[in-house]
């Protein structure tokens, strides 16, 4: 019977404040995502017409892209055979192909993505006491505010890289002619890119491309931060619940400690389905990470005496560093809530129960102690830990890197 009356409840939803709620957890990832085409895909309420756009888009976008991949790759690999040059392109190139990589699971995973944000529209729908969407709506705010900050970092970085360093970076001569440059090379073999309008145009070009980059990065980011803040809003009502237990057993009701242990099944799948979406994700964010963390390190050590360079760096230094660690951070204390049920069931005075109802919370207890977790592929397990092995492993990098090049 509780089973189904939680799923009539999708009929005739318990929080009529539904709509709004769910607007407001998806609203950021909305914005980020229907630029890039991947909203209709994900949203489960789209028109053909949506998919013919998103299609559009999606053409546009890895087009815009892989106008910097080509020519600056072979740029790189056939043409400039200075490790000083390749150095300082492997770190913008090396993004623009992660960015590729994530653009296409967020793609892929399109499916998992959507039954994802169904769950969390389903618990929005369903959700009954005040209370309870009072926590919802508190971890929600806390995603927002994480992709906000994320957001800011990573266009403000990323943007000053591709416009603010090339309009203050000192005029050269060449040819007795104005040199303009241009954040990605490797267009001379086959366009006159000194010349107007042809310049005008490959620079917002990649403008433009830079956009779609770092939305896609924040796209991803922001998947990571609702689901997970939703999953630990969940459980933060699951603990709320098993603090009432005993007094609601004691008054004759039987259906919480039913509805806590149906409500923990589908935390852990919703937990599960999670992870399967962003596996992959996380895992292209950990070695970028990585990679990228140690370039730019080394990119803030050669421009210290220019003052742009060194702001321009150490933003986009600082935004790398914090999107892993949010990423890492996330995952810490998904499993940290997990345990935290665990805890709660013990502490709280099951000794005062009926035999049979003590004896249903051992479910709980032994299921908290393996809890779901975060992972980069199936590999990595994202914790504070993985974020201190990746911020070492970016440092002895760029001290190989410093010895290649004799600093």
Request: aromatic share 12%; hydrophobic share 45%.
């Amino acid at each position: 019977m509780h089973h189904q009356s939680r799923n009539d409840t999708k009929e005739e939803p318990s929080n009529w404040n539904s709509v709004r709620d769910v607007q407001y957890t998806l609203q950021l990832s909305k914005w980020l995502l229907k630029p890039i085409g991947v909203w209709p895909l994900v949203s489960g309420r789209s028109s053909r017409l949506d998919y013919f756009v998103s299609a559009v888009l999606m053409v546009t976008c890895f087009s815009s892209i892989f106008f910097i991949i080509v020519p600056s790759g072979h740029y790189v690999l056939y043409v400039n055979k200075s490790v000083q040059m390749k150095l300082k392109l492997f770190g913008p190139v090396g993004f623009c192909v992660s960015s590729v990589l994530k653009y296409c699971c967020l793609i892929i995973k399109s499916t998992p993505l959507k039954r994802c944000i169904q769950h969390v529209e389903k618990d929005w729908r369903t959700v009954q006491d005040p209370n309870h969407r009072g926590i919802m709506l508190k971890y929600m705010t806390m995603s927002r505010n994480l992709i906000t900050i994320c957001a800011s970092f990573i266009y403000t970085g990323g943007m000053s890289f591709h416009t603010v360093m090339q309009f203050l970076s000192k005029e050269g001569v060449k040819d007795n002619s104005t040199f303009r440059p241009l954040s990605y090379p490797g267009y001379d073999w086959f366009l006159d890119v000194q010349s107007s309008p042809t310049y005008e145009i490959v620079f917002f070009t990649h403008c433009f491309a830079a956009m779609i980059m770092y939305t896609v990065t924040t796209a991803a980011y922001s998947f990571a931060a609702v689901f997970v803040t939703h999953i630990c809003g969940q459980i933060r009502i699951q603990i709320v619940k098993l603090d009432e237990l005993v007094e609601r057993i004691e008054m004759k009701d039987d259906d919480l400690l039913n509805t806590i242990v149906h409500d923990h099944v589908e935390i852990l799948r919703f937990a599960k389905t999670t992870e399967k979406a962003l596996r992959e994700l996380c895992f292209i964010q950990i070695v970028e990470s990585t990679l990228i963390m140690c370039i730019l390190e080394y990119y803030t050590i050669m421009g210290r005496r220019d003052a742009v360079v060194l702001l321009t760096y150490a933003t986009l230094l600082i935004s790398f560093t914090y999107n892993i660690f949010i990423f890492c951070y996330i995952g810490e204390i998904l499993s940290e809530q997990f345990y935290l049920i665990g805890t709660t069931t013990y502490e709280i005075k099951w000794y005062t129960l009926p035999a049979r109802k003590a004896h249903d919370l051992i479910l709980l207890n032994i299921i908290s102690q393996n809890p779901p977790k975060l992972t980069a592929g199936k590999i990595i397990q994202l914790s504070l830990d993985t974020f201190g092995n990746v911020v070492k492993t970016s440092v002895v990098y760029l001290n190989l890197i410093l010895t290649i090049t004799n600093w």
